[in-house]
């Protein structure tokens, strides 16, 4: 998996410090110590790693994180949010021409997947902005890159413009610049040639092709699993050819992590995009934050915090907060957050977002059957309103109607109604700021 070993190590080093109930500066030394051989081990820029590790320090060493109550959780925000500069801050939307067509040319070394990534920025496009995008094929070095376009685009129904191999590439460019006019095509996406490595004549010949269809934008195809090699070729390209974004493919391997981490800070350029799969809807936009994210191992938080928020109500929120300091959540509040969170999709996946559990073989393999789902409500459904707002009548009578009225065996009630008091305690508890109890819950 991605960023595996990064993780494992940038974790270790904080729970070095979490251990501690004081950090001292000599801890805060010995953890830079970690971060830092954790990211030259995982192929970061040498350079960009020197640069991270001072700025952490120095934010670190602050008297006031080292004296506040959680100093571990504050040197990891402060991690967190170094990881997310050098990788950019936010996300870099496509540069867009105020004219039709925008021109986006594509380049890279063979085999860095640029081919495929033009089928899949295709389908980007075609999904969102309902787009109607040409491709030029300009490969004429690699027959077979010719019919792998076409055949992508026959399977996308994107038309493909070519000449076959033995036109001049510039030649087939301009053409195809043509007919994307008279078809009044919104996009045009050209797929030029890739070598083994950085070559002069490559240079020149993409020059060329950038001189005579002015692209808006310059996407740099590189291979995430070549590490720091992918940094440097992001480097070349960019001399020569002032790129103006980078895709970063197959985040789906067992990357490292260094070209993601490397590439803005040696360039200066945003990755715009990352490829996780070899299928033409494996193409992803690329928030630093999520990243940063990813590679401290704390899961996709904010994607979760996204989904809760398209499926939360705020004002229902804040009533409910309210009932959890007053201890009165019922089961009918119980009610409505099953059903929120039903919303939110496939309990399994949601489970995998939260931080410490996307590597939890336990989770891994979990199948939540949405049908414990809808027993607990029959559960719920088969209490009369006096028990849903005040579960201390439910005693062992109750319990049995209960049981033959939702069709389900008295353990199962006796249990629902056991895990309901105890997550009502916690939740009481939580929000008096007391997260004792959610460190085993996080699987630390
Ligand atoms: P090109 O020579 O740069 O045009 O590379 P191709 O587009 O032909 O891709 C080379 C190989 O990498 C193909 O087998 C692709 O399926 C594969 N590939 C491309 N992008 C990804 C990705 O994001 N993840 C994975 N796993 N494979 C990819």
Redesign the pocket.
């Known amino acids: 998996m991605a960023f595996e070993g990064l993780s494992e190590r940038l974790q270790k080093a904080f729970s070095g410090l979490r251990r501690k109930g004081k950090v001292t500066d000599a801890d805060v030394r010995e953890a830079m110590r970690e971060i830092r051989l954790a990211l030259l081990e995982a192929d970061v820029n040498f350079g960009v790693v020197k640069d991270f590790v001072k700025t952490v320090r120095e934010q670190a060493v602050g008297a006031d994180v080292l004296d506040s109550l959680t100093p571990a959780q504050q040197i990891i925000k402060i991690v967190n949010d170094e990881l997310t500069k050098t990788m950019g801050e936010s996300a870099v939307p496509l540069n867009k021409s105020p004219h039709i067509p925008t021109v986006i040319m594509m380049a890279?070394l063979?085999?860095?997947?640029?081919?495929?990534?033009v089928g899949k920025l295709s389908r980007y496009l075609m999904e969102n902005e309902k787009a109607r995008p040409l491709l030029i094929a300009a490969d004429v070095y690699r027959p077979a890159?010719i019919e792998?376009l076409k055949t992508i685009g026959d399977q996308l129904g994107v038309p493909v413009f070519d000449m076959g191999t033995d036109t001049d590439p510039v030649e087939i460019v301009r053409q195809g610049m043509a007919q994307a006019a008279l078809q009044h095509n919104d996009y045009v996406i050209i797929d030029t040639a890739?070598r083994l490595q950085i070559d002069e004549t490559l240079m020149t010949e993409l020059d060329n092709i950038k001189a005579l269809a002015k692209p808006d934008e310059i996407l740099l195809?590189v291979d995430s699993m070549t590490g720091q090699a992918a940094t440097e070729v992001a480097e070349g390209f960019n001399k020569r050819l002032d790129i103006t974004g980078v895709v970063l493919?197959?985040?789906?391997?067992d990357t490292r992590g260094g070209a993601a981490l490397s590439i803005r800070a040696v360039t200066g350029k945003p990755i715009k995009f990352v490829?996780?799969?070899?299928k033409m809807d494996?193409l992803d936009v690329f928030y630093p934050d999520r990243m940063a994210n990813r590679i401290l191992g704390m899961g996709d938080m904010l994607t979760l915090i996204d989904k809760a928020q398209k499926n939360y109500d705020e004002k229902q929120a804040a009533e409910m907060a309210e009932k959890i300091q007053q201890n009165s959540f019922d089961f009918n509040d119980f009610l409505d957050q099953m059903d929120q969170i039903s919303n939110m999709g496939p309990m399994e996946d949601i489970l995998k977002m939260i931080p410490g559990m996307a590597n939890n073989p336990a989770v891994a393999n979990l199948q939540v059957d949405p049908k414990d789902f809808a027993h607990m409500k029959a559960i719920v459904y088969s209490m009369t309103e006096a028990e849903r707002t005040d579960p201390d009548l439910l005693n062992p009578s109750r319990r049995r109607r209960i049981a033959a009225g939702s069709g389900r065996p008295v353990p199962e009630v006796n249990r629902m109604i056991k895990q309901f008091n105890q997550s009502k305690k916690m939740m009481n508890q939580m929000s008096k700021g007391n997260f004792a109890g959610m460190e085993g819950l996080m699987g630390n």
């Open positions: 890279g063979q085999g860095a997947g640029k081919t495929t990534t890159a792998q890739g195809v493919t197959k985040l789906d391997g490829g996780q799969g070899e494996a």
